[in-house]
């Protein structure tokens, strides 16, 4: 049976984020689906044309052809995919489509066409069309990613002293503070966004081999040479110039690559906290509410954390997709690579897909989290007094001369294991009445004994730490990105 009796659509159809509904919003689509690659592959061999009708490589006029020539919406993203599998990329046949419409469109004769495609090679066109797409995508994804961190910066603020229970290996450890849970939160986020501005997005310019001989040959007779070409291309496309020719040296990918999964992994990290307390046995947070959203299909009292659900997804995917990544660049071979080359792209744009789709869904979280202190403070009084055992050991064990050769420190064990003993609702009685057991007649008072059983008093650095992580980044701590939730929500 066919594909067509099945019922599914044509190739043109594309993929439309059906299985992948993370990335599955326009704003994704319109910065890394096919149509966007296309655009930037001829952003590129427009550009060059440019940048050789400039240095007098082409005739005069020329440029502007390619230009028209250039505009996507005369391309078929799918016929061309198609087409691609005999040369194996998709600049080729977008090449002989490209300069089908160039001629058409030269009606003077000017000979436009010597300006399309002139010494360079399909790798120059597509390295340097996949940097421009993620350009773009960055320049978007970090615009909601200081969306979110701005939101969690306020938090971390508000929260400061919003009292909680700590959690490690999956038990209560210590008193700790909403603010610096937002705070860490903020940290990793931002620290992603860091990697993510420091990125070069390099053009790629050598040729067939990488040794720039064809350039070299058509700036014979010239005052520009390969390398002044290079850069112009680079300045006309907004790119990085490079050194040299980068075709088996792939750290502009992997450095690409590492950058993005960081940011998946820092909102992971958040969207794995929201999902556990957010749970309703927990009940300490809920996501912000939105009308069809969190809906289940057979439960209608349910209310799904859906958005902390989906970046989750995009996180659990980024680890794989970076390795690939690593895996190509490591089997780079030769001058110029077979196979590896061609499992880069679509582990690359996925990456991208992945994380601008999340970043998006992670500012709306952000932005709209709702915190409830008294669940916090309930769970945090459900640990009973031992969650202070660490703090009083500290002030208590001094006290304590050693008896029967046990220290100070084992008899306060002794204690703590005897309270572990009791009923919960006993503990907080059989601690104290333990502990003034074991300690001198007047060495501990009362008060004394309040404050370290206060769990206010043993927040320790809680919030510097916060103050120094929120300082360390002023440029995540407020956003003046103007919001584009209206594309990248879905």
Excluded: C
Aim: charged share 15%; net charge negative.
């Amino acid at each position: 049976m066919t594909g067509a009796a099945l019922g599914y659509g044509s190739t043109a159809d594309g993929d439309v984020g059906l299985l992948s509904p993370v990335s599955a919003s326009p704003l994704v689509a319109a910065l890394t689906g096919d149509r966007a690659v296309l655009a930037a592959i001829l952003a590129v061999e427009s550009g060059w044309a440019a940048v050789l009708e400039r240095a007098g490589l082409a005739p005069a006029g020329s440029a502007a052809v390619v230009a028209s020539a250039a505009a996507p919406g005369r391309y078929d993203p799918a016929g061309i995919a198609l087409r691609a599998q005999g040369g194996g990329n998709p600049v080729i046949p977008l090449l002989a489509d490209l300069r089908k419409q160039v001629s058409a469109l030269d009606a003077t004769g000017i000979g436009a066409g010597k300006a399309i495609h002139t010494s360079l090679t399909s790798q120059d066109v597509l390295d340097t069309a996949l940097m421009l797409l993620a350009r773009n995508t960055v320049e978007a994804l970090l615009g909601d990613l200081k969306g979110a961190t701005t939101a969690l910066a306020a938090l971390a603020e508000k929260h400061a002293d919003t009292l909680g229970v700590g959690r490690s290996l999956t038990q209560h450890s210590l008193p700790f503070t909403f603010g610096l849970r937002a705070a860490q939160w903020f940290h990793g986020l931002a620290a992603a966004g860091r990697q993510l501005e420091s990125l070069q997005f390099p053009v790629q310019f050598g040729g067939a081999a990488g040794t720039l001989a064809a350039g070299t040959v058509l700036t014979a007779e010239s005052t520009a040479t390969p390398f002044t070409l290079a850069d112009s291309l680079a300045k006309q496309l907004g790119l990085a110039p490079a050194p040299a020719p980068w075709h088996t040296n792939r750290l502009a990918v992997t450095s690409l690559g590492n950058a993005l999964a960081a940011a998946l992994g820092a909102a992971g990290k958040i969207a794995t906290d929201v999902l556990f307390m957010s749970r309703p046995e927990v009940a300490e947070l809920a996501e912000p509410r939105a009308a069809g959203r969190g809906v289940s299909s057979a439960m209608p009292q349910k209310q799904n954390p859906v958005l902390s659900v989906l970046i989750r997804s995009a996180a659990l995917q980024a680890p794989q997709l970076l390795a690939q990544l690593h895996l190509a660049a490591a089997n780079f071979n030769d001058e110029r690579p077979d196979a590896a080359w061609h499992t880069e792209w679509p582990a690359l744009r996925e990456l991208l897909r992945l994380a601008l789709g999340a970043a998006g869904h992670l500012r709306e979280l952000a932005e709209g989290l709702q915190v409830f202190p008294a669940a916090l403070r309930r769970n945090l009084e459900l640990a009973g007094p031992l969650l202070l055992a660490e703090g009083v050991g500290a002030a208590v064990a001094p006290l304590l001369a050693e008896k029967d050769g046990r220290s100070g420190k084992e008899q306060l064990q002794d204690v703590v294991d005897r309270t572990l003993a009791a009923p919960s609702a006993e503990q907080d009685a059989t601690y104290r009445h333990l502990l003034r057991e074991a300690v001198p007649r007047g060495a501990l008072t009362d008060l004394r004994l309040d404050e370290l059983l206060d769990p206010a008093s043993y927040l320790g650095q809680a919030a510097e730490i916060s103050r120094r992580i929120l300082a360390a980044y002023p440029d995540f701590s407020s956003s003046a990105t103007p919001d584009q939730n209206g594309a990248n929500r879905g």
